[in-house]
C-alpha cells in the first residue's frame, strides 16, 4: 500500500485510485485514477517522473506523475498481479502476479507484452523487488529465487513457508524473506543459508511487508496484532515494536537513506521517525 | 443445311436455315406493332380477345348481335300451326359451328363413353372401389353399388357370359342351395381367419336377401364383408405381421399352397382368402408396402395367423389320446386337476389349456472339462508384419506351443507377472526387465561380482573348517546346504531363472548352467544338481558355484520385488524417446523440507539453475549479457534421454568410494574393538553453533567460508550400521534390506537427533546408533540425490546387492576372519556391509557392547575436553573444517586419531562437496 520514494509516498487502496502524498507534511498531492479494481501496489521511478501501479483488473499501468495520465497499460497477467517494481533506471517495470509469473515490462518501447516473463514459481508470486542487476521475487509455493541477470543464475531457496514478502538489505549480501510461518528469515545472498531467524510477531494469513532499515541494523516486519515489529539484524533480539494500530499493518516502508518508516494499518499511513529526527 | 461457299467457310458449320437475301431497292417491312395483330379463324374472320371476363372469343361479328353479318336470335314462332314439330333447342343450337370444332367449346368427337371403356379402366375402378368398400366408415357399402348397377361387362365377363354365366352368380360349379348352407363343414379344415360361426352365418343371410336371383343353384356370387369394427389403432386395413409368419414363414407358405390346389373345391368358403376371381377380400393381411392399385402380391406379406395353427395337439383330440380307450373318469379328474393347479389364470378366447404340458426341454450337461484346462484366453503376441519382424513372428509361433505347454505345468498362482502378461496377450514392457544388474554399469557389474566371489571364497574357507563339526562329508553337507537353500528360496523358485534374468550374463557357459540348475531347483532335484555343475572344475570351485547359484536365485527374486517398489515406470510416455525436461533439475520437495525443519539452510535448500536473461532486460538493466551467444531465454531445457536409471548410476560412483574409505576405518577400528560410538558430539556441537549468536553466521558468512558444514557426520553411518546389525536379528535378511530401503529419514528421528540436548549421554547407547544410523544414511543419499533423484535409490540397490548376497551366510566365525573379508570387499562395498551384518554371535557381542559402552563413555569425557579446544581453534577456520575434526575427533579411537583424521576429514570434505 506504501511504497516510499524520498520525499513523497504513494498509496493505493481499494478506491482504484492511487495517491501521491507528501508525507511530512501530510498533504495530498495528487490522485491518480484509471484501474478497474482495487490497486495492489504501486511504486516510484528513482526520477519521481513517473510512477507504476499494479491493480486487480490484471494490469499494470505506468503514470505520468506530473499529468496523471496513464501512459501504458500492460495487460498480459493472468491473474491478479501483486506487486511491482521499477528497476534502477525506470526503463523495466517488473510486476509479480498471482498467476505464477514475474513479467518484466518494457517502459521505453511500446511492446505489448513483456521483456521477458519468469515463470520458474509454481505459485502465486508474492512480492518482487529488484535491485541493479538482480530481481528478487518470494512465492507462496515457498521459495525466494532471485534472477541474477549478470551472472545469468537463477538462485532458488527454499523457505518452506508461503513467503510474503522478500527484500535486499541495503549492503546487497542478505535477503529478508517473510513467510506465513510468523518468521522473518535472514538469508545469505550468495549461499542460501539462513542467518538469522526471528519470531514475535504474527503473520499467518496477510501479505504484510518487512522492510530492512537504513544503514541494515535492524530488520522490520508488520504483523498483525498491529504492531511492527524490528529486530537487531546481527543479534536478531527483539528491537522495537511500535504499535501502529490495532488492525493488520498491511504495508511498511522505510525510507531508503532516512531512519524513517511509513506503516499503513486500517486505511491510514503512519509516518514513524526518530526524535532527533531532522528534515532536510 | 450449311452452306458452305468459299473455301475459308469450310470449317465453318452453320445450322437452320440462312435468310433469303434482300431484294435490292426494298424496304425493309415494319414490324406489325403488337396492337394491330390480329387473330383469324379458319373462315378469315377476324377472331378478337376480350378477355376472360367478356367471355372470351367474341360472339358473333365484333360482339354486335343483330347486324347484318352477325348473330341473330331466333324469333318467336307461334307454335299454332307447328305444334307438331316443336322442338327444344339445346345449347347446341345456340353454338357456332367452329365451337364444335375438336378445340371448340364442345368438340364432336366420337369417343368411347365410360361402359365401353377400356377394361384395364374399369379394373382400376373396381379395386377402388373394393379399397373403398373397406375403407369405407360403413365397411361394404360399396358391395351395394355393385348390387343395384350391373357391373361393367368386361371381357372377362363377357366370356363368362358366354360359357354361361350370368350377373349376380357365382362361379363354379352349381350347387344347391341347401349344401351351401353347410359350408363350415367340420370335415373340411379351416384355414385363414375363422370368423366367429354366428357372423359368418349373418353375413351369408344378408346376401341372401339382397341377391334374390341367387335362389338358383349357381354358387353365390359374394364378397365378403369385413363387420369387424375396427378396434386397434393400427392403420386402416393394416395388419401386423404375424408372428408365425416371421418365424415359420416358408413351412406357412407351403401351408398356403397347399391349400391353395383344393381352393376350387372350397370356393365359396368364408374364410378362404384367395378365392372369386381374384378380387380382393376385405381382410387382407396386407401390410403397408404394396400400392393400392397394384396387383396383390401374395407372397409378399401371406396372411397368416396364429389362429391358423391348431393351438391343440391333434393326437388328443379323438378322445383324449386314448385311441379307442375310454380312461376311468377318475384319472381324467386327477389330470385336470393336477393341471388347474398349474395354471390358474382366466383362459383366453379361442385358446385351450393345453391337455398335455409340453415336453420338459431335455438338459444336457456340459462337457467335462480337460484336467489341465485353464479359462485363460491366451492370444498370441501380434507381431506386425513387416520383413525384420518375420523371423520373430516365426519364431514366436514356434515357441508359443512349447511355452503354453510348460506353463500349464505351473499353477496359476505361480506364474509371475510376465508370464501373465504374456498369457494376456499384453505387450511386453520396453527394453530390459528390471533386474538390479541390468541397471548397473558394466563396472559397477563386474566389481559386483568380483567383490562377491571373493566374498565366497572367504566364507568358503570359512565355513569349510567348521563344516568338519556337523557332517563328516562333503556331499552331504552340500545336500544339506542345498537343502537350506531350498527352503530359503521356498516360492520364489518358481519365478527364479525366469528368463529375464541373467545374473551370469557375461559368462554364457555359467548362465546356461546357472539356468540348468534353476530348473532342475524348481523340480525338486536337489541331489543331481552337482551334475550340471561344471566337470572341469574342482570340488570346490563347484561348491561355490552351486553356492553362487543358489543366491542368484533369490536375489533375483528378492531385487525384483525390492526394485518394484523402488522404479516408477512411466512418468513419461514410453514411446517418446527423448523428453524435454529443464536442464537442472529441481531438488527435492521433501529434502527440503526436511533440510527446513533442520533448520539447515544453504546447499540443502537451494537451487541453482542457469538461467538466460533476455537480452533487452539486460540492455535495460545495464547489464552484459552473461550468455551473449546463447539464445535461450529463461532455464535452458535439454533433450535429454527419457528418464532411464542410466543417466544416474555414473553419478554416486565416488560417494562408493568415500564410503570406502570410511568403511575400510572403521574396520579397522572395529578390528581393533574399539568401539566408537558415533558422536554425540556432532549433535551437540551443531545445538551450540545453532544456539551461537546470529552474528557468528552472518560472519561466516561474510567471510564466505565454505558454507557446507550444516551435513551431519557421514562416517557415522557406518557405526550406525554396526550398530544396527548388531541389534537386528540375524536371521532377517529381508528385514535389513527393507530397513535399508527405508532409510529415508522421518522427521521425528531428525528432530529427536538434533534437538536433543548434549547432557543427555549416551545411556542407550544401542539406541542412539540406530537413531543415528538412520538419518545418516539419510545424508548420503540426499548427498546422492543432490543432482538427480535415483541415484539415491541406486546406491542403496547396491547396498541391497551386497546385503542380499552376504545375508544368506550362515555363521560368523570371528571377527578377525571378517576384518579380512570386508577388507577384501574393500572398494565396493558401501558401508553397511560392514562386520556388523555377520556378526551372528549375539552372546559375544553382548559382551563387545558393554566393554563399549563402558569404554565410550570414558571417550567421552576426553573427548568432550579435546573438542571444545578444537573447537576454538577451529572456529576461525570455518565451520565445516570443525566439523570434521569434530567427527574424527569422536569416531577415532585416542590411538589412531591422529592418523585417521586427515583421512576422514577428507573424505567428508569430498562428500560434502558432492
Known amino acids: ?280 | 443445311a450449311a452452306g458452305s461457299s468459299g473455301s475459308d467457310e469450310d470449317e465453318l458449320v452453320s445450322y437452320g436455315t440462312a435468310l433469303q437475301p434482300l431484294p435490292e431497292g426494298e424496304r425493309l417491312k415494319k414490324p406489325v406493332p403488337l396492337q394491330e395483330q390480329t387473330v383469324k379463324d379458319a373462315k378469315g374472320r377476324y377472331q378478337r380477345f376480350h378477355g376472360a371476363f367478356t367471355g372470351g372469343f367474341s360472339a358473333g361479328y365484333f360482339n354486335t348481335v343483330g347486324t347484318k353479318e352477325g348473330w341473330a336470335p331466333s324469333t318467336f314462332v307461334s307454335s299454332r300451326q307447328k305444334r307438331a314439330d316443336r322442338t327444344v333447342l339445346g345449347p347446341e343450337d345456340f353454338m357456332d359451328e367452329e365451337d364444335f370444332s375438336e378445340f371448340g367449346i364442345a368438340p364432336k368427337n366420337i369417343t368411347t363413353t365410360d361402359d365401353f371403356a377400356s377394361k384395364a379402366k374399369d379394373r382400376i375402378k373396381e379395386k377402388a372401389r373394393q379399397i373403398a368398400g373397406v375403407v369405407a366408415t360403413i365397411p361394404g357399402i360399396t358391395a351395394f353399388d355393385d348390387l343395384i348397377g350391373p357391373s361393367k361387362i368386361t371381357v372377362g365377363v363377357e366370356l363368362l357370359r358366354k360359357m354361361g354365366w350370368k350377373e349376380g352368380q357365382g362361379i363354379g360349379p352349381r350347387v344347391k342351395r341347401k349344401p351351401c348352407r353347410q359350408k363350415p363343414d367340420p370335415a373340411v379344415k379351416v384355414y385363414g381367419c375363422a370368423l366367429p360361426p354366428g357372423l359368418s352365418a349373418g353375413s351369408e343371410d344378408e346376401e341372401d336377401e339382397y341377391q334374390p336371383e341367387n335362389v338358383t343353384f349357381a354358387p353365390k356370387d359374394i364378397m365378403p364383408v369385413d363387420l369387424i369394427p375396427k378396434e386397434n389403432v393400427h392403420g386402416l386395413g393394416y395388419k401386423g405381421l404375424d408372428p408365425s409368419q416371421a418365424l415359420f414363414g416358408a413351412s406357412g407358405r407351403g401351408h398356403l399352397n397347399l391349400f391353395a390346389g383344393d381352393s376350387e373345391d372350397t370356393s365359396n368358403l368364408i374364410g378362404d382368402l384367395r378365392h372369386s376371381k381374384g378380387r380382393k377380400l376385405g381382410i387382407t393381411g396386407q401390410a403397408f408396402g404394396v400400392g393400392a392399385l397394384e396387383e396383390e402380391d401374395d407372397d409378399i406379406y401371406a396372411t397368416e395367423t396364429l389362429s391358423k395353427y391348431d393351438t391343440i395337439l391333434k393326437d388328443e383330440e379323438p378322445g383324449d389320446g386314448f385311441y379307442g380307450w375310454t380312461a376311468p373318469k377318475q384319472y381324467k379328474a386327477n389330470k385336470r386337476s393336477e393341471r388347474e393347479v398349474k395354471y390358474t389364470g382366466i383362459i383366453l378366447d379361442g385358446f385351450l389349456l393345453a391337455s398335455k404340458s409340453s415336453t420338459p426341454s431335455k438338459v444336457y450337461p456340459p462337457p467335462p472339462l480337460p484336467r489341465n484346462y485353464r479359462p485363460v484366453h491366451y492370444f498370441r503376441p501380434v507381431v506386425a508384419d513387416g520383413n525384420e519382424n518375420y523371423r520373430l513372428q516365426k519364431a514366436l509361433e514356434e515357441s508359443t506351443g512349447k511355452l503354453e505347454r510348460d506353463m500349464r505345468q505351473q499353477s496359476r498362482h505361480a506364474l509371475n507377472a510376465s508370464q501373465r502378461r504374456e498369457q494376456l496377450g499384453e505387450t511386453g514392457l520396453k527394453g530390459p526387465a528390471p533386474s538390479v544388474l541390468e541397471y548397473l554399469s558394466e563396472k559397477d557389474r563386474e566389481r559386483l561380482k568380483k567383490v562377491k566371489q571373493a566374498s565366497e571364497q572367504k566364507m568358503k574357507a570359512k565355513i569349510i573348517p567348521q563344516e568338519p563339526r556337523n557332517s563328516s562329508c562333503q556331499p552331504t553337507s552340500l545336500d544339506g546346504a542345498s537343502h537350506k537353500w531350498l527352503k530359503l528360496l521356498g516360492p520364489q523358485l518358481a519365478n527364479a531363472g525366469s528368463s529375464d534374468f541373467k545374473p551370469f550374463a557375461k559368462n554364457p557357459e555359467k548362465q546356461k548352467r546357472y539356468e540348468i540348475f534353476v530348473r532342475s531347483l524348481k523340480q525338486g532335484e536337489k541331489d543331481t544338481l552337482e551334475q550340471y555343475l561344471d566337470p572341469n572344475t574342482t570340488e570346490w570351485e563347484r561348491e561355490r558355484e552351486q553356492e553362487e547359484f543358489f543366491r542368484a536365485a533369490m536375489f533375483y527374486k528378492s531385487s525384483s520385488s525390492a526394485l518394484s517398489s523402488r522404479f516408477t515406470r512411466a512418468k513419461y510416455e514410453d514411446d517418446v524417446d527423448k523428453v524435454e525436461v529443464p536442464r537442472d533439475q529441481e531438488k527435492d520437495i521433501d529434502d527440503k523440507e526436511t533440510a527446513v525443519k533442520m533448520k539447515m539452510f544453504g546447499k540443502l535448500t537451494r537451487d541453482k539453475f542457469e538461467w538466460h536473461p533476455e537480452k533487452l532486460l539486460c540492455r535495460r538493466f545495464n547489464v552484459p549479457d552473461p550468455y551473449p551467444e546463447s539464445s535461450i531465454v529463461g532455464l535452458p531445457k535439454v533433450k535429454r534421454d527419457k528418464y532411464s536409471v542410466f543417466n544416474f548410476l555414473t553419478v554416486p560412483e565416488p560417494t562408493t568410494s568415500v564410503t570406502q574409505a570410511t568403511n575400510e576405518k572403521v574396520q579397522q577400528s572395529n578390528s581393533l574393538n574399539k568401539p566408537k560410538k558415533p558422536s554425540r558430539w556432532d549433535v551437540s556441537d551443531k545445538e551450540k553453533e545453532k544456539k551461537d549468536s546470529i552474528s557468528e553466521f552472518i560472519s561466516l558468512a561474510r567471510s564466505k567460508a565454505d558454507a557446507q558444514q550444516q551435513q551431519p557426520p557421514v562416517p557415522a553411518t557406518e557405526e550406525g550400521r554396526t550398530g544396527l546389525s548388531e541389534s537386528l536379528p540375524t536371521e532377517a535378511a529381508n528385514e535389513d534390506k527393507d530397513q535399508e530401503e527405508e532409510s529415508r529419514p522421518s522427521i521425528d528421528l531428525f528432530k529427536a537427533i538434533f534437538t536433543s540436548s548434549s547432557d543427555e549421554k549416551s545411556s542407550s547407547s544401542e539406541e542412539e546408533s540406530e537413531e543415528e544410523e538412520q538419518p545418516a544414511t539419510s545424508v548420503v543419499d540426499s548427498e546422492a540425490t543432490k543432482q538427480v533423484d535415483p541415484p539415491g535409490s541406486s546406491s542403496n540397490v547396491q547396498e541391497n546387492v551386497v546385503a542380499t548376497t552376504d545375508s544368506g551366510v550362515p555363521l560368523l566365525p570371528t571377527s578377525k576372519q571378517e576384518l579380512d573379508a570386508t577388507e577384501e570387499f574393500g572398494p565396493k562395498l558401501p558401508p553397511a556391509f560392514s562386520s556388523g551384518r555377520f556378526c551372528r554371535l549375539l552372546i559375544k557381542r553382548e559382551k563387545q557392547r558393554k566393554n563399549r559402552q563402558k569404554q565410550k563413555t570414558k571417550r567421552e569425557h576426553k573427548h568432550k575436553k579435546e573438542k571444545k579446544k578444537k573447537h576454538k581453534k577451529q572456529k576461525t577456520k570455518g565451520k565445516h573444517k570443525n566439523k570434521g575434526s569434530e567427527k574424527d575427533s569422536s569416531s577415532d579411537t585416542a590411538d589412531s586419531s591422529d592418523s585417521d583424521t586427515d583421512t576422514t576429514g577428507l573424505a567428508a570434505k569430498e562428500l560434502l562437496r558432492r
Open chain 1, 1 to 280: 500500500r506504501v511504497p516510499v520514494d524520498g520525499n513523497y509516498c504513494l498509496t493505493c487502496g481499494s478506491d482504484k485510485t492511487l495517491k501521491l502524498w507528501n508525507p511530512h507534511k501530510g498533504t495530498a498531492l495528487r490522485s491518480y485514477q484509471g484501474h478497474g479494481y482495487e490497486v495492489l501496489d504501486a511504486a516510484g521511478s528513482f526520477d519521481n517522473g513517473h510512477l507504476c501501479s499494479c491493480s486487480a483488473d490484471k494490469t499494470v499501468a505506468l503514470w505520468d506523475v506530473a499529468t496523471g495520465q496513464v501512459l501504458r497499460k500492460y495487460r498480459g497477467h493472468a491473474g491478479k498481479v501483486n506487486c511491482v517494481q521499477f528497476n534502477e533506471e525506470a526503463t523495466i517495470i517488473v510486476s509479480g502476479s498471482i498467476d505464477s509469473t514475474v513479467r518484466c515490462w518494457d517502459c521505453r518501447s511500446r511492446r505489448p507484452d513483456p521483456v521477458q516473463v519468469l515463470d520458474e514459481a509454481k505459485d502465486g508470486v508474492s512480492s518482487v523487488k529488484l535491485s541493479s542487476h538482480e530481481i528478487l521475487s518470494g512465492s507462496v509455493d515457498g521459495h525466494v529465487r532471485r534472477y541474477d541477470l549478470r551472472a545469468g543464475q537463477l538462485y532458488c531457496d527454499y523457505v518452506g513457508s508461503p513467503i510474503t514478502s522478500v527484500c535486499f538489505s541495503k549492503d546487497g549480501q542478505c535477503t529478508l524473506a517473510a513467510s506465513l510461518d510468523s518468521t522473518l528469515r535472514l538469508l545469505d545472498k550468495d549461499t542460501g543459508e539462513l542467518l538469522g531467524e526471528n519470531k514475535g510477531h504474527r503473520s499467518t494469513t496477510y501479505r504484510l511487508d518487512c522492510v530492512v532499515s537504513e544503514q541494515d541494523t535492524h530488520v522490520g516486519c508488520a504483523s498483525e496484532d498491529g504492531h511492527v515489529y524490528f529486530w537487531d539484524l546481527v543479534e536478531g533480539s527483539l528491537a522495537r515494536s511500535l504499535p501502529v494500530g490495532r488492525g493488520v499493518v498491511q504495508s511498511l516502508s522505510f525510507h531508503p537513506t532516512l531512519p524513517c518508516l511509513l506503516a499503513a494499518t486500517e486505511g491510514q499511513v503512519q509516518l514513524w521517525r526518530e526524535d532527533s529526527f531532522q528534515e532536510q
